[in-house]
């Protein structure tokens, strides 16, 4: 009788076989998983791409200029020097040109483009 080899038989594994070699998931799934992420890095980019932040204009109303600010959104805006105007003193920045709806630096927050207006009070 013959003798029979009691070591089971070993598959013969190619050397190297690529990116996957130590993965234990299909190459179909694993193409998926990286094609989601890559689209998910797109997506992130082009958020922060689309908008750079929001612009803040100061209409002085007759007084000095003041430059617009760009913010982000929830973002305070910085303390900055008042403008002036002869005859006039500032009361403050105010989201309305009529001045009825005052803006607080230190506690509002920007959500959006805007325009704040500048009030003034004679010299008395």
């Known amino acids: 009788m013959e003798e029979q080899n009691s070591k089971p038989q070993e598959r013969e594994v190619p050397p190297f076989r690529g990116l996957y070699r130590n993965v234990h998931i299909s190459v179909k799934a694993l193409d998926r998983i990286i ?6 890095i797109v997506i992130v980019l082009a958020l922060n791409l689309r908008s750079p ?64 207006y500048a009030g003034w009070e004679p010299v008395k």
């Not at 094609?35 to 998910?40: F, G, L, Q, Y």
């Not at 760009?70 to 003193?89: F, H, K, N, W």
């Open 35 to 40: 094609i989601a992420c890559i689209a998910v």
């Open 53 to 116: 932040g929001f612009t803040v204009n100061f209409d002085s109303r007759g007084g000095t200029d003041v430059a617009a600010q760009q913010l982000e959104y929830g973002e305070c805006i910085p303390s900055m020097d008042a403008p002036t105007r002869e005859g006039y003193v500032f009361t403050g920045w105010y989201r309305d040109a009529s001045c009825d709806l005052p803006w607080d630096l230190a506690q509002d927050k920007v959500e959006g483009d805007m325009t704040l």
